[in-house]
């Protein structure tokens, strides 16, 4: 990728383009960790999620802990900087985790000690959902410690920056958010690869250039649901652009996401305190469990496609039912 | 088929059998009602529901005549007689219909009329659901009229065996139910082609057959959710016959459906007061809508499957918090 409008492909074939619109996501940087190859594993991948599933089955009992690592992000591009760019995934471990230890009877002689980067765990949400998700962490015996930005993990611990450890025969993470190579080698990104767009998505440079997704420097929490309200706006900014007709979109983020629990259980959460919001709800039980079983059976037979137009209809009124 | 525990199948092969599963399901009788082929539309199958949307989309404003005809059932081996053994499809027809009439600015020159042969719509359900659907019913301006079974089919009229008529440019039927010839011919079940079986789906003289679905005359109404449960009852009393491990599970009928109603609404009915249970509940809103989408995806792409166990699991939890 240059700045004189062309994209060079792996192949080494060139493309000169008028407009580029850029979504190529955000690195996971499991190297940034020392001893994760050797001792640490992850889920937000099809290579990662396997390995971590063998290493589920073979743990006999036990200290369990799990983890988002601490991104680092451009003072100049990023506004909202997450400590962690999304625990969602963290949510879903350690109830799943804890559901599937009931099950095969190694919960009581297991612990499950949570760590987060920030003072907060789930900083993407605010407090209404924060007061609904905690007691059912307590129920289930999940410890949570703040302010640990883990540093290495050792076969049998975890360390942190502020010199303390965990005791730990299993432990998962989310690694550190990067943007990718290609991005911090064009000079048009930031330090760590993510690219600053204007709310239209376009590059304030750039004017030809629309960024959406994770490697946009301002989509936080790291979100499929965000990516895909971005994408809406570059869409509307670009036939504009192109047409002279129409109005771009404004850009008002939302955290949605459903979180399952284990079983039959999930956690719908729909939130924009963090933009500046009032909304900020959960809505628990089989039915979100459902839900995301709906949309993961249509994503999977549709090769990534989201629901049709009328259902996201659907799924807007209900959410503005709960409103 | 013959009662020498043989079928012979279309090709003119015969195949000998040990043990039989008939679920040869009902047949849409259309031919019962002269002038259908000519006047009548329908919905049922994949050749009827792209002719009557021909029909729908070649209308212009005008009398508007919906519902079910009556069906015949043998005295002795059919024990709840429905007048018209399902009329699901016709409440989504007449809301479906009405949506689509308003977003084409043609319902203030339509009228929508809806007869049914019994003395209650929605018969196969109870007072509780009954209440919850008429303000709906009365809402969208749709006229019900009662007791009325229909003859016969003109160009501009519907008639009805009590001499009275209704004026109709566009007359929408749910034909009369019969079983499939091959059991009207085979002896082993009624004058319709119903087969009488006792609770565990077997046959009472030949025991070695075992009837599931619409075809078994006590499956009523006539609803893949019943024919569903009968499958489950009958397998495990196959597995009983053969093995003499298990026990046969309880017949325990419910009508369960999610009605369509037009754009993102739609109405979840679970119901058992039919066979003397209490449970009468409706779930209103886009939520039923989503769920209505979801089993119609995985069906769709899996051909036919039903939701998976874990899936099932937490609708029956989701509904036992309705009950």
């Not at 971590?52 to 506004?79: H, L």
């Not at 249509?298 to 959410?319: A, C």
Request: net charge negative.
């Amino acid at each position: 990728m240059s700045v004189k409008s062309r994209v060079t492909l792996k192949n080494g074939s060139r493309i000169n383009y008028d407009y580029l619109v850029i979504a190529a996501g955000a690195v996971k940087d499991y190297a940034a960790i020392p001893g994760f190859r050797e001792y640490g594993y992850s889920v937000c991948d099809d290579y990662q999620a396997p390995r971590m599933w063998e290493a589920i089955q073979n743990f006999k009992g036990g200290n369990i802990v799990i983890g988002a690592a601490k991104t680092r992000w451009d003072e100049k591009s990023t506004d909202i900087k997450l400590d962690a760019p999304c625990e969602g995934p963290i949510g879903e471990i350690m109830f799943m985790l804890d559901f599937y230890l009931r099950e095969h009877d190694l919960r009581e002689i297991s612990t499950i000690t949570v760590f987060t980067p920030g003072k907060i765990f789930f900083d993407d949400v605010g407090p209404k959902i924060h007061k609904k998700i905690e007691p059912l962490i307590v129920k289930k015996d999940i410890k949570v410690v703040y302010e640990k930005v883990i540093c290495r993990i050792e076969m049998k611990s975890v360390h942190f920056e502020d010199g303390t450890e965990l005791p730990s025969d299993l432990t998962l993470v989310i690694p550190p958010y990067t943007g990718p190579d290609v991005i911090k080698e064009s000079g048009i990104g930031d330090q760590y690869g993510f690219i600053r767009t204007d709310k239209s998505m376009r590059h304030p440079v750039y004017k030809n250039i629309f960024v959406v997704g994770d490697c946009n420097a301002n989509s936080m929490p790291k979100l499929g649901h965000i990516a895909t309200i971005q994408a809406d706006v570059a869409a509307s900014s670009f036939i504009k652009e192109i047409t002279g007709e129409g109005e771009v979109m404004e850009f008002k983020p939302e955290v949605f996401c459903i979180m399952n629990r284990g079983g039959s259980e999930a956690t719908l959460i729909l939130s924009d305190t963090l933009f500046g919001g009032k909304v900020d709800i959960t809505l628990n039980g089989p039915l979100a469990h459902i839900m995301k079983w709906g949309f993961d059976v249509y994503s999977y037979y549709t090769r990534g496609k989201l629901p049709p137009e009328f259902i996201q209809n659907s799924l807007e009124k209900m959410l503005k039912e709960f409103k």
